[in-house]
């Protein structure tokens, strides 16, 4: 059963359904189990997920690395743990939500899935589209940079471009997949969700975090970290349920600008504008889905600027580790929480480190290049 976020409507399980008539996201109830042994999250804890996973399908997505943070832990007094999804096989954490999500379009009949995109869920959705033998749709704005196009043509897939922001195209995209057959697997469907409890799953079997910081567009991701540690409290594998910490641009917070004005929904964010792309979601479909968790855990909202942003994408170089900048948001974050004090001093901080940098080489500065000689 698929029950609705806000209102509780239920919805069976054998339609594609994905929002509740009320507008909002819907999810499946919370999972119980015990963690069994596996190589892979999705055999250790598959009693967590709601259908049996084709591993030989597997790109080997999820059991990425969790780092402590050497350089920024002794700097900013805390113990920080860096959860490195840049080593997904599409370079970022989406592979472990499209991976379920994909299960979830062959488990109701489709042979066509689709997106809607500017950059690491275009990637990820072709690229499995591509290893399941589906058709591939992904549905970009159409101000979107040539250079994002080649890898997606490489996986097969289909590219349409329409006009209107990310915010726009997801509804457009439910209606554009209802009348062609289309399982749109976007940013918060419920079984893409469920795929990102995996991350929870893994932290939890490393350290017991006080804290997770996790940079918000959609509130996809946020609401599957959440729900991942509620099935672990659930289950009696944690005692308590870590601080969960909304990270968002300062120049497209609108779920952070709900939090902080107390409304119950958000708004639209009008002329969005930051150098953290992955994370410029102007009208977030999980944005209220967000404020409620938020609000009933006590959860805190954080924004940065860009400057901040750049510094913190810089610090993270300095522990080996290349992020894009929406990434380096909870760094800049975590700075900010423990000068007000927010965060106390020797926290164990978990901060999820969404996405390489390496799809966005054109934001890094060119280094100084010294000419030598090389002679004896
Ligand atoms: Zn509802």
Redo the contacts with the bound molecule.
Sequence with gaps: MLK??????EYPLDEPYQ??????P?ELELFKGLPGIGRRVWERFSQFFPFELDLELSLGEGDTPLTKAKHLSKELGVRLYLKNETLNPTWSFKDRGTFVGIHRALELGFKRIGTVSTGNMAASVAAYGARFGFETFILLPSNIAEEKLKALALYGAKIIKVRGDYGELYYKSLEFGRDRGIYFINSDDPFRVEGYKSISFEIIEDVTPDYVLIPTSSGGLFRGIVKGFLELKESELIEELPKFVVIQAEGCSPICSAFYEERQKIERFENPHTIAHAIENPYPPSGNAVLRLLRKLEGLCVSVDDKEILSAQRALGEEGIFVQPASATSIAALKKLRENGTVEKGAKVVSILTGSGIKTLHQVKAPNVEDGELSE
């Design positions: 609705c976020t806000r209102c509780g409507r929002r509740c008539e009320c507008g909002e819907l």
